[in-house]
């Protein structure tokens, strides 16, 4: 037993490290909140975690996500499922760094082994001067219809006309 623990363990350790990173130093962790309680593995727990848009300064995006416990969570092994809540805001004057698509990648994370993913995306409501977050999970062949939004005005600060995202638009 001892020895097909350690073998998934190393595979675990060994295919993570083949996983590029999708964010320049990951999520900063805010807190983790314990669920299910497991006597002798970790417990499953919701975990909340902060943001910053690569592209949009001033805008914070922080989601929650469960992470399984018991022998499978521990090693990294385990098949996360998709209910991620999203909540992003304004916390600072806008300032755009560059153009960017509609439904353009934001975040993305590994919720398995090799093929679920989770993927933040942002768009820009032009009618609303808006930008609107979108979290979901994807999977080659089945894909998840669970998902979240988030809508952030865009707003003055400190006395400034606020940007327009549509001029920020490609194409």
Request: glycine share 12%; hydrophobic share 40%; with cysteine.
């Amino acid at each position: 037993m001892f020895r097909l623990a350690l073998a998934v363990a190393t595979l675990g350790l060994g295919l993570a490290g083949l996983v590029p990173a999708a964010y320049a130093g990951g999520p900063d962790l805010i807190f983790k909140k314990s669920t299910v309680w497991k006597m002798l593995t970790p417990d499953d727990k919701l975990a909340t975690y902060g943001i910053d848009d690569p592209v949009v300064e001033g805008i914070a995006c922080h989601y929650t996500t469960p992470e399984r416990g018991g022998v499978k969570g521990m090693f990294g092994v385990a098949e996360e499922v998709s209910d991620i809540s999203l909540s992003c805001a304004q916390i600072g004057p806008v300032r755009f760094k560059e153009k960017f698509e509609q439904g353009e990648l934001v975040f993305s994370e590994r919720r398995s082994l090799i093929f679920k993913r989770m993927q933040i995306v942002r768009g820009c409501d032009v009618k609303r001067n808006t930008l609107v977050y979108m979290v979901y999970s994807d999977r080659p062949i089945e894909g998840s219809p669970k998902n979240g939004t988030s809508s952030v005005p865009i707003t003055p600060w400190g006395g400034a006309e606020p940007p327009k995202c549509a001029d920020w638009l490609k194409g």
